[in-house]
T-cell receptor, first 116, second 114 residues
Framework: AQTVTQSQPEMSVQEAETVTLSCTYDTSENNYYLFWYKQPPSRQMILVIRQEAYKQQNATENRFSVNFQKAAKSFSLKISDSQLGDTAMYFCAFIAFGGSNYKLTFGKGTLLTVNP | DTGVSQDPRHKITKRGQNVTFRCDPISEHNRLYWYRQTLGQGPEFLTYFQNEAQLEKSRLLSDRFSAERPKGSFSTLEIQRTEQGDSAMYLC????????????FGQGTRLTVV
């Protein structure tokens, strides 16, 4: 069974500073994708960034980057130059490609608050 | 393409009643997921389809829950004999078998059982 663990229920950061959200996962699969999703208050879930497990290079999307450590099964999200609009729940998610199982599994989330 | 669409957005029902929710995925997305989310928690997997086949159903799902995806297009989630504990946001997502496999979410259906 695949599991995703986010150990930080809540975090806060000052505007313009950098914050890192943690995620670990467990799987026996070798081929998989990892995602960070953002869910603003009362709004739709949207994708922030994705990482293919076969790629060694860490993914980057503007102010968002990941630190993917495959051996440690760790996938952290770094947000640089935090903005007030980054305030949201952030979910780490995992999908593997083993057999016929393509279930997308989420962690419990980290509530990030960006303070002015 | 207008994205994943869910209907209704809100549903208030009396305990014991049956409710049905609909999800229209992005066209040509062959994978469709249903999740349940309570306040401050992560999405909890309920079931998913690849085309019209229901490939997995969570053990957390009681027999009161059923989902269908006829012809591999839209999907419905029915809850029979609703209980107060069923109150939650029900999320639908779809993804393509190829490409990035990113899941696109609908805005959800908020169910309140009174």
């Amino acid at each position: 069974a695949q599991t995703v663990t986010q150990s930080q229920p809540e975090m806060s950061v000052q505007e313009a500073e950098t914050v890192t959200l943690s995620c670990t996962y467990d799987t026996s699969e070798n081929n998989y994708y990892l995602f960070w999703y953002k869910q603003p208050p009362s709004r739709q879930m949207i994708l922030v960034i994705r990482q293919e497990a076969y790629k060694q290079q860490n993914a980057t999307e503007n102010r968002f980057s990941v630190n993917f450590q495959k051996a440690a099964k760790s996938f952290s999200l770094k947000i640089s130059d935090s903005q007030l609009g980054d305030t949201a729940m952030y979910f780490c998610a995992f999908i593997a490609f083993g057999g016929s199982n393509y279930k997308l599994t989420f962690g419990k989330g980290t509530l990030l608050t960006v303070n002015p | 393409d207008t994205g994943v669409s869910q209907d209704p957005r809100h549903k208030i029902t009396k305990r014991g009643q049956n409710v049905t929710f609909r999800c229209d995925p992005i066209s040509e997305h062959n994978r469709l997921y249903w999740y349940r989310q309570t306040l401050g928690q992560g999405p909890e997997f309920l079931t998913y389809f690849q085309n019209e086949a229901q490939l997995e159903k969570s053990r957390l799902l009681s027999d009161r829950f059923s989902a269908e995806r006829p012809k591999g297009s839209f999907s419905t989630l029915e809850i029979q004999r609703t209980e107060q504990g069923d109150s939650a946001m029900y999320l639908c997502a779809s993804s393509s078998r190829t490409g990035t496999t990113e899941a696109f979410f609908g805005q959800g259906t908020r169910l309140t059982v009174v």
